[in-house]
């Protein structure tokens, strides 16, 4: 039940097509895709990265564990 809750939440929040095509224009920009859905960036690379295992993204496989990684060094960047 909670998994088909989260699914649900995050396709009312984040709907397929605008979320896919705001990645992809973006360059997968983790802030921008935050910003414009006003969720959590974390909620973004989760969703890119199921959005890679069904195969729907533009991009090397792996890139969302990097976006993850390059997202975080640059808060902890700004932070610091």
Request: hydrophobic share 40%.
């Amino acid at each position: 039940r909670v998994e088909l809750a989260n699914y649900f939440a995050a396709a009312l929040l984040m709907p397929y097509r605008p979320f896919l095509e705001l990645a992809e224009q973006s360059a997968y920009d983790i802030d921008r895709l935050a910003a414009a859905f006003g969720d959590q960036p974390i909620q973004d690379l989760g969703q890119l990265d199921q959005r890679e295992d069904m195969g729907d993204l533009k991009h090397p496989i792996g890139m969302v564990q990097r976006l993850g990684q390059q997202h975080a060094a640059c808060r902890a960047f700004r932070q610091g």
